[in-house]
């Protein structure tokens, strides 16, 4: 099965050209090294890296705050174009945060605010293995200062770079190799048939 990888960023704001050819080269990168490419289905920097996904071939999803195509366009003023399939929640701006950080086995963090922050923190808290594309403004630059100010062990990784191709590298790099053994953050049970009992699962962050 492909991976698939988040790029959470910002919307909207003044973005500089600068911000979204680095957005355009993670997402052709992504689509480069077989992944497929999970945005917020929203304008901005996650929109330019879905441009460079499909420009590369690739296939891109969208994860919709809206109910339908219409509240999707003319609600939340978000495209459809460089998107393979929309899914829609219903769920909101915020409530749409949850399903893209599930739905994606690496996060990766492009400048970004208080949305992307709520998405930075979702994702650390459920263990993801997360990127983050220095240089790029937002919460970007201030990402190493929280982490040092969380001091939470979530068995969350964090990666940062400011070359995303390098950083699409190490990400797929380190999960293939060591993160993909990660137990899930819920609650697990695991029956010994020699002994009819149930014991736990190992929680987040603990060997396997």
Known sequence: MQMK???????????SAKYLDIAYRLGRSIAQNGC???TGACPGLPLDAARGA??????????????SEWEHVHRYN????????????GSGLMGREVVNIRTSDIVVIIGGRSGTLGEFSIAYDEGKLIG???GTGGITSEIKYILRVIKKKTGSKVF???DPEKLVRSLLSYYTKKHFMRPSVHTHFVV??????????????ESV
């Open 132 to 134: 983050v594309v220095l």
């Open 5 to 15: 990888i988040g790029v959470m960023g910002s919307a909207s704001g003044d973005i």
């Open 54 to 67: 499909k420009d590369a071939g690739g296939m891109v999803v969208g994860i919709s705050p809206a109910l």
């Open 192 to 205: 010994n048939n020699n002994h009819d009992q149930q014991h736990p699962a190992p929680e987040a962050g």
């Open 36 to 38: 497929i490419t999970i």
């Open 78 to 89: 978000s495209p459809v174009e460089h998107h393979d399939l929309l899914i829609y929640t």
């Open 160 to 162: 940062h770079d400011e």
